[in-house]
């Protein structure tokens, strides 16, 4: 059986195979039709979002989670950090695929990260196996992040790349857009953090299952040549007849580690620290600086993924058509550079509302998806220009480089922003302080306080409860009596904290012998206002550390990567490369003739 011609000589069809064998060879020996190759995109692209609905999880509960292991924010930065790292020297792996192939690789990755999920993470015991649980992903992650995206190089030519690595940057995107929904939607019934995970963990396992019975990828023959356009693909196939690919491979990483690579590699990755910042930190931004609840956070978060999957899908789409890259780069640089000023000039008074904060963000997020679906389409295709059967390995380059500036940029953060750890490490003691203003309001009325305010009173401990009793005119033991003194003590410390004035250092004395209990909340209160004070200012020098990356990234783009501005000499070149397809099919043609 064959399938096409090239010139009067047929293509051999592809070997079929069945049974247990689709569960690892997965090769297709010829170009698949358009239908094939946009199915297999597809895949992909849901893979990559699934996969990262799961990575992303923990930033849509990151304030519970802390709360839950008693989780320091030093550590649960740290703990990126090790993520990111691990992440670095897993992306290499990814690169192996130029030899073993990519769809087996994303297949089983995904399997282990949805059991990890679904299994692993709701029943860590303590924030160790956590960590661990949490690191694994990272390292898988930084595999797929490699062989996700050579996949779509391998099932796009190039007149087509943008569009496609649109979609396929849709993946972190809508992962992170897909943890912002639905945790906005749960959070509020389904109460423990732990079920999120349940949620992402089996989306994980019905994606498994799909992919394992319907994602293929092409032979090396076919898939290690540069491809233009669909026209290229007898071209392709013939030229997959002879083509010797173990020449093509030998010394990968040499041939992949060139300057205008790297420097392209580095130059995104800064200019995505706003990114990282956004999915790491946004959540805790909004609720430790704006007074957002958990789930208020997400919901600005959710609009601006959404917006950014728009235009990460509209701006590849117009790349293509227009065939160019760098104008795209450049208006979004340009555009992601001025929206981060805002957040420089906004961030020093903290006062925007709800709704002012969702268009911020959108519009930020728009301008990050115009620049960075051509850069991706970009970037493949240089990797192309080099050698096009190390598609992976130049990919890993890339990969390698933005897992170890995430990782550093994580490390500087509590060095820039110190007020977020006491601000995330004493959040609850604002809310006891809010239960005991809460019952001061009580009092005053003489009401009988509501059963569930008194049960979360009593949480508190001896304070709480000599307060719960004395609200609910039930007799007070004398061991709790002199919590009662403590109370009058505190409520005096805090007014005349928040007024501004001095607290005598005899109040205070007097506190800590009564209860010590509400002298330690007085304490974290009071560090606890002071950081909210600071975080403003800290978290506007971390906004200009963007800035500094953003700026970085357009000279990268204006000095380093190549290609045209002006759509008509991008047109005029794929005119003179078709020419030359055309004569080689002759030349072909003529020769099997022969």
């Given amino acids: 059986m064959t399938v096409g011609t090239v010139g009067n000589s047929p293509l051999p069809a592809p070997a079929r195979r069945g049974g247990m064998s689709l569960l690892w060879r997965r090769e297709v020996q010829g170009y698949p039709s358009t239908r094939a190759r946009l199915s297999y995109l597809a895949i992909v692209v849901l893979v990559t979002i699934v996969l990262y609905y799961e990575a992303y999880a923990p930033g849509g509960v990151s304030p519970l989670i802390l709360a839950h292991y008693k989780m320091s924010f030093l550590y649960y930065l740290n703990l990126l950090v090790v993520g990111s790292a691990f992440g670095a020297l897993a992306t290499w ?124 990828e092409l032979s090396p023959r076919v898939r290690d040549q540069r491809m233009v356009s669909v026209r290229d693909r007898v071209l392709i196939e013939a030229r997959a007849l002879g083509l010797k690919v173990e020449r093509l491979l030998e010394h990968p990483i040499r041939q992949m580690l060139r300057w205008d690579l790297v420097l392209s590699g580095l130059g995104i990755s800064l200019f995505l620290l706003i990114y990282y910042a956004a999915v790491g930190f946004f959540t805790i931004y909004f609720v430790t600086t704006y007074n957002m609840t958990t789930a208020q956070a997400n919901g600005i978060n959710t609009w601006g993924w959404g917006f950014n999957c728009g235009a990460l899908v509209v701006m590849g789409v117009l790349s293509d058509r227009l065939r160019v890259r760098k104008p795209f780069m450049l208006v979004g640089a340009l555009g992601t550079l001025a929206m981060t000023l805002v957040f420089v000039w ?46 992976a390995t130049g990919l890993a380059v890339w990969g390698w480089i933005l897992r170890i500036v995430v990782a550093l940029a994580t490390l500087a953060v509590p060095h820039v922003v110190t007020s977020v750890t006491p601000l995330v490490e004493n959040a609850p003691a604002a809310t006891q302080a809010a239960l005991l203003e809460q019952g001061n309001t009580y009092l005053t009325r003489n009401e009988v306080p509501p059963v569930a305010y008194v049960t979360q009173l009593k949480a508190i401990g001896p304070p ?19 919590q009662l003194t403590g109370l009058v003590d505190f409520g005096k410390a805090m007014a005349l904290y928040n007024a501004g004035k001095p607290v005598p250092p005899a109040l205070t004395s007097d506190l800590a012998k009564s209860s010590p209990q509400l002298s330690t909340l007085y304490g974290q209160l009071t560090g606890l206002i002071a950081a909210k004070n600071a975080a403003p200012g800290e978290w506007q020098d971390w906004w200009w550390v963007c800035v500094g990356g953003e700026a970085i990234f357009i000279l990268v783009l204006l000095f380093n990567i190549k290609g045209r501005w002006r759509p008509s000499l991008a047109r005029r070149d794929i005119a003179d490369y078709e020419a030359k397809v055309q004569a080689e099919l002759e030349t072909i043609s003529g020769s099997k003739a022969a």
């Fill in 93 to 216: 792996l990814g690169g192996i695929s130029d030899k073993i192939g990519r769809a087996n690789l994303v297949i089983w990755g995904q399997l282990v990260v949805a059991l990890i999920t679904l299994f692993g993470i709701p029943h860590a015991a303590s924030k160790l196996w956590y960590a661990v649980a949490v690191t694994a992903i990272g390292m898988i992650e930084g595999v797929i992040l490699v062989a996700s995206p050579a996949l779509v190089r391998d099932f796009s030519p190039q007149m087509g790349r943008a569009s496609a690595m649109g979609f396929w940057t849709l993946g972190p995107v809508a992962g992170s857009l897909t943890v912002s929904i639905v945790a906005n939607h749960t959070l509020s019934h389904l109460h423990p953090w732990q079920d999120q995970f349940v949620i992402a963990g089996v989306a994980g396992l019905v994606m498994f299952v799909i992919s394992i019975v319907f994602l293929r």
């Fill in 346 to 391: 906004e961030a020093k008074n903290a006062q925007l509302s709800y709704y002012d904060l969702v268009v911020m963000v959108s519009i930020l997020f728009v301008f990050l998806g115009v620049a960075y679906a051509p850069w991706m389409a970009h970037y493949t295709e240089a990797i192309e220009a080099k050698n096009p059967a190390l598609t």
């Fill in 464 to 482: 709480g409860k000599a307060f719960a009793l004395l609200l609910t005119h039930q007799p007070v033991p004398t061991s709790l009596a002199p």
